[in-house]
């Protein structure tokens, strides 16, 4: 038996007894800019392809949505700051080495491009819509005649975003269960899934509908073998990794993460939209819901259990 | 020069003297400390052992809390100590979950609060660390480990040591003598 006690009575705010340094702003930031990601992914995919119109959700409709969510994003990062005053400090450097500091720039370049992304769809919603100024009738001709490059930069920097989420994580060797790479991947995939889910949801195009629901479908695929994966790898891991492993495998996570993300954030929609595409007639907001659901729940999930994992001494 | 510490588990018997001592030369606010003591218990009874060690931020060599921090606000200083620059923090709390030590905290101000190894209010002076000049059973030892007759080297050429978690690759300059 082995017992080890903090007896100067070490009990450090938000670090003691288990670390919870990060509370819901962190997984909800990272829900969003996951979603953010995904939904503009789409759209600068298919005006690269020159499908602007046969998608037309995609491209022009579901992008407003992300002005709101990114801002809706940075205000939880900033309220999660504990030094909010000096929050300008982020830009005054680049460290590449600290994927928080190569994040936030990245939010820096897609939040603009976001909303000039919904200024020159403006005329989807308002027909009528007219620039109050001339400079900015300039300024959407110059957008205009340089989609393809805006669209390419949003492509790049939307991957960067997704990937991001996960890395913000992945990053932390001191937290067992956040340290494996296979986070990237498996937030992106989440991000363009919950994404696809959103052009599902506000999509009235039957056909686009079809279209993301294959899409979503193969990226519920990829993220339940990227799942299957990062938990074998903690298997075969060290003793901390299979600690870590064993939070979701028996311990107080286990059921969240088996019934509301596994079951019905990707099993069950996943089913749904088979089922859709084989052509029965299923309600089609259902999967897209528990999906974006389910991405919620799963960012909150590796946050608060990623804190409780650590190393053993 | 790399400053580094040593405690010697033997002789420490967990006082607390070494926690208060730096409560009080670093005005650590009520409630927090930048350095604890830890009791480790082996075996079942009447085989047991007892192992108590004075612990504080390891100045890692390889710090996962300076490479992750955004602004550079944790930095390397002097001696290899690493620090934390209070205006250039935002408390994002991104260096508290990369230490496997758990040795950061919020300091109630908004920025992040560590051990410094009283780098510029003692050692500069010529003073020893705040928590090792009190230690009334003398197990605490400090120096320079690149200088072969500091009382750190020596203590660490005569005894046998270990460092905590190295399998986590920081590099820990906290020595603790077994």
Not at chain 1, 3 to 11: A, C, D, F, K, W
Not at chain 1, 131 to 145: G, I, Q, V
Request: one cysteine or more; charged letters at 15%; aromatic letters at 12%.
């Amino acid at each position: 038996m082995r017992e080890e006690l903090i007896v100067s009575g070490r009990m450090n705010h938000l670090v003691d007894p288990n670390l919870h340094i990060w509370h819901w702003h962190i997984p909800l930031y990272l829900f969003l800019g996951g979603l953010a990601a995904g939904i503009l992914f789409f759209a600068s995919l298919y005006t690269i392809l020159g499908k602007e119109n046969e998608y037309r959700t995609a491209v022009k409709i579901a992008p407003f949505i992300t002005p709101f969510i990114l801002i809706i994003g940075l205000i939880a990062l900033f309220l999660d700051l504990n030094h909010k005053l000096y929050f300008w400090r982020l830009y005054t450097t680049i460290r590449l080495e600290s994927p928080m500091s190569w994040g936030a720039w990245t939010l820096m370049v897609v939040t603009p491009i976001s909303f000039i992304w919904c200024a020159l769809n403006i005329r989807e919603l308002f027909p009528r819509w007219k620039w109050p100024h001339s400079l900015l009738d300039t300024a959407e001709a110059f957008f205009r005649k340089n989609i393809r490059t805006l669209s390419w930069i949003l492509l790049i920097f939307s991957l960067i975003l997704g990937v991001y989420t996960g890395i913000l994580f992945s990053a932390f060797n001191a937290r067992p269960l956040w340290n494996t790479s296979i986070l990237g991947p498996l937030f992106l995939a989440s991000g363009l899934s919950t994404g696809a889910a959103v052009i599902i949801f506000m999509s009235k195009s039957h056909r686009e509908r079809m279209v993301f629901a294959r899409i979503d479908l193969m990226l519920i695929g990829i993220e339940i073998f990227l799942i299957v994966h990062m938990f074998m790898g903690f298997l075969a891991s060290t003793q901390v990794h299979i600690d870590a492993a064993s939070l979701f495998l028996g311990g107080p996570y286990t059921t969240p993460f088996w019934l509301f993300v596994v079951t019905l954030g990707l099993i069950i929609p996943a089913v749904l939209e088979f089922l859709e595409l084989r052509g029965f007639r299923v309600p089609h907001l259902i999967a897209p819901t528990l999906v974006i659901i389910g991405g919620l729940i799963f960012r909150f999930i590796i946050a608060y259990a990623g804190q409780e994992s650590r190393w053993l001494y | 020069m790399r400053y580094a510490m040593a405690v010697d588990t033997k002789k420490c018997v967990g006082c607390s003297d070494c926690v208060v001592a730096c409560q009080t030369e670093n005005n650590v606010p009520i409630g927090y400390c930048r350095d604890w003591i830890v009791e480790v218990t082996d075996g079942t009874y009447p085989q047991l052992e007892l192992e108590i060690r004075s612990e504080r931020c390891n100045h890692c060599d390889n710090s996962p809390c300076v490479r992750c921090c955004p602004t550079g606000a944790s930095h390397y200083s002097k001696g290899g100590t690493v620090l934390v620059t209070p205006d250039e923090c935002i408390g994002c709390g991104a260096c508290i979950a990369s230490c496997p030590y758990d040795a950061r905290f919020p300091h109630p101000d908004g920025h992040v609060d560590k051990c410094t190894f009283c780098l510029h209010n003692r050692v500069e002076k010529g003073l020893k660390p705040a928590c090792v000049s009190v230690c009334p059973t003398k197990c605490m030892y400090f120096g320079d480990l690149d200088d072969p007759n500091s009382e750190v080297s020596v203590v660490l050429k005569k005894r046998k040591w270990k460092t905590l978690i190295p399998e986590a690759g920081t590099r820990p300059q906290h020595y603790f003598l077994i």
